[in-house]
């Protein structure tokens, strides 16, 4: 990962803005497991939005049946069953991947509630997500920005 406005390369290439950053499993991507999910992106100097101040980021990944049926701005009860809906299945068929964490407590019980069921993972929920259906295809629904790192490759004085 890098920092911002740290400085890489030689000096003599393009000034441009860098983003590296895990955006699921930063564990798994610090230990060179399997499973993790990064992000690098380039642009010119000073275009890229620092997204410093967003450490997490909501997300809904699903197979190819989701694709146009989930949306974050609706309830997780809402999106599994119009999930299930486009899946042809009954709601207590539906698992649902979430981490393993504190913070997901209330959405670990909004899921049950809705009558699905849970899978709690370690790390690396999308990975998990999309592997389940045999495709990198998977349909991901994403709000705010995971914490890109804003860098430069300035000149050096």
């Known amino acids: 990962m890098l920092f911002n406005c ?4 030689n000096g003599r290439g393009p000034s441009v803005d860098i983003a590296v950053d895990p955006i699921d499993g930063t564990s ?3 230990a060179g497991r399997q499973n993790a999910l990064s992000v690098i ?5 000073g275009s890229m939005l620092d997204a410093s101040s967003v450490f997490r980021m909501n997300k809904i990944v699903t197979g190819p049946a ?4 989930v949306d974050l701005s609706q309830s997780i009860g809402d999106n599994i069953r119009a999930l299930a809906k486009a899946l042809g299945k009954p709601v207590n068929e539906i698992r649902v991947a979430v981490l393993d964490r504190p913070r997901h407590e209330g959405l670990i019980e909004e899921i049950r509630a809705a009558g699905a069921g849970t899978r709690l993972l370690l790390e690396g929920t999308s990975r998990a997500a999309s592997t389940r259906h045999g495709t990198s295809r ?3 629904c994403a709000s705010a920005s995971a914490a890109a790192r804003r860098v430069s490759s300035l000149p050096r004085p």
């Open 28 to 30: 798994l991507t610090a």
């Open 66 to 69: 989701g694709h146009g049926v």
């Open 6 to 9: 740290e400085h890489v390369g």
């Open 138 to 140: 998977a349909s991901t």
């Open 41 to 45: 992106a380039v642009s010119d100097r």
